[in-house]
């Protein structure tokens, strides 16, 4: 089975510095990548996967992540972070389900992201 | 806009009721998934759905049940709540298109069993 460890279970930033949030997994196949973000009393939104396109992947607000396969990362960065930033986000990798082609998701555990003013 | 409802926002119960969550989306997805979430252990899958009336189970799928008699509805059954099964529970659907899974979730429903 793949999982996922996120570095990191709270991070805080000042506001307009870089956000870097640290997920690494481990996976014998080569595996698909997600990023989500969960705001304060919300579900859980993607910011942007990794499909084997490209190894930088642009999601939305901002957020990029970089898919490094020497060093089984695939890190979120965001080069000034915003206020409206701050909430908890979640990286996972797609794990095959053994009955067939649908995979389901391994989620790490969580990083909430604070930014101070 | 992929939506998936949840049919409560907050839910509180007591020990031993039989507990409905329900769970509804709009976009034809074949799969839906029931996660807890929990502080410090992030998301953990309880079941799962590929199809209607088929189910697997998830990581930890003691002390629940799932029923999926339609394609847009996926619903989690306590049978006998516990104090443990208090928790947070996000529902989720997806599409799988050409192996690239994307889960659409719901705004979860925060259960306190007491």
């Not at chain 1, 190894?55 to 409206?84: D, Y």
């Not at chain 2, 799932?66 to 006998?80: D, G």
């Amino acid at each position: 089975a793949q999982s996922v460890t996120q570095l990191g279970s709270h991070v805080s930033v000042s506001e307009g510095a870089l956000v870097l949030l640290r997920c690494n997994y481990s996976s014998s196949v080569p595996p698909y990548l997600f990023w989500y973000v969960q705001y304060p009393n919300q579900g859980l939104q993607l910011l942007l996967k990794y499909t084997s396109a490209a190894t930088l992947v642009k999601g939305i607000n901002g957020f990029e992540a970089e898919f490094k396969k020497s060093e089984t990362s695939f890190h979120l960065t965001k080069p000034s972070a915003h206020m409206r930033d701050a909430a908890e986000y979640f990286c996972a990798v797609s794990d095959m389900w053994s009955g067939g082609s649908n995979y389901k998701l391994t989620f790490g555990k969580g990083t909430l992201l604070t930014v101070n003013p | 806009d992929v939506k998936v409802t949840q049919s409560s926002r907050y839910l509180v119960k007591r020990t031993g009721e039989k507990v409905f969550l329900e769970c509804v989306q709009d976009m034809d997805h074949e799969n839906m998934f029931w996660y807890r979430q929990d502080p410090g252990l992030g998301l953990r899958l309880i079941y799962f759905s590929y199809d209607v009336k088929m189910k697997e189970k998830g990581d930890i799928p003691e002390g629940y049940s799932v029923s999926r008699e339609k394609k847009e509805r996926f619903s989690l059954i306590l049978e006998s709540a516990s104090t443990n099964q208090t928790s947070m529970y996000l529902c989720a659907s997806s599409l799988v298109l050409a192996d690239q899974e994307t889960q659409y979730f719901g705004p979860g429903t925060r259960l306190l069993v007491l």
